[in-house]
T-cell receptor, first 112, second 112 residues
Framework: SQQGEEDPQALSIQEGENATMNCSYK?????LQWYRQNSGRGLVHLIL?????REKHSGRLRVTLDTSKKSSSLLITASRAADTASYFC????????????FGKGTLLTVNP | DADVTQTPRNRITKTGKRIMLECSQT?????MYWYRQDPGLGLQLIYY???????NKGEISDGYSVSRQAQAKFSLSLESAIPNQTALYFC???????????FGSGTRLTVV
């Protein structure tokens, strides 16, 4: 069963524009993570935000977390063609529930 | 060398055959995971291991088994492969709760 659901499923933008992807989840979490996957390759960890954090930055990435709404967003600023990939959110539960549960992903296409 | 190495990269096998996918990591982490990815379904957890003596079933363990031969090695077996096990398989490792996962490049398995 999927814990996270990304929205939109696909997003197409022009180079230089910002890209925003959203993630909703169902149960309480310890942290939420975003991963990137280039076509058919392994996932790469981008950023992790803990449940007691509201916003985090890493380079051109900005992640927000609203635990009251059980939602997160990933913003990629000044996008580049090389940002074309699938982006997944994943949640890690609290207590002994250490497993990472992934959403279905957003396919981002950045057109040159 | 990659932090997480999966072999083989691609494999075609026949229905009913037993097949083993291997994973090794150089991160020195105790925690290792096997995920399956199908188009449009994100990643689903098959098995996970928090140390050499600890093996746990994930969401979709039926038809699969695992072996944790050492801290660095975690193999996945399909006892009797069937066509609906055709998928992309990923191994991952993590340093603990609140740590990002490091993924291998994946094994593309086709069962005919």
């Amino acid at each position: 069963s999927q814990q996270g659901e990304e929205d939109p499923q696909a997003l197409s933008i022009q180079e230089g524009e910002n890209a925003t992807m959203n993630c909703s989840y169902k149960t309480s979490i310890n942290n939420l993570q975003w991963y990137r996957q280039n076509s058919g390759r392994g996932l790469v960890h981008l950023i992790l935000i803990r449940s007691n954090e509201r916003e985090k930055h890493s380079g051109r990435l900005r992640v927000t977390l609203d635990t009251s709404k059980k939602s997160s967003s990933l913003l990629i600023t000044a996008s580049r063609a090389a940002d074309t990939a699938s982006y997944f959110c994943a949640t890690e539960g609290g207590g002994s529930n250490y497993k990472l549960t992934f959403g279905k992903g957003t396919l981002l296409t950045v057109n040159p | 060398d990659a932090d997480v190495t999966q072999t083989p990269r691609n494999r075609i096998t026949k229905t009913g055959k037993r097949i083993m996918l291997e994973c090794s990591q150089t991160k020195g982490h105790d925690r290792m995971y096997w995920y399956r990815q199908d188009p449009g379904l994100g990643l689903q957890l098959i098995y996970y291991s928090f140390d050499v003596k600890d093996i746990n079933k994930g969401e979709i363990s039926d038809g699969y088994s695992v072996s944790r031969q050492a801290q660095a090695k975690f193999s996945l077996s399909l006892e009797s492969a069937i066509p609906n096990q055709t998928a992309l398989y990923f191994c991952a490792t993590s340093g603990g709760q609140g740590s990002g996962y490091t993924f291998g490049s994946g094994t593309r398995l086709t069962v005919v």
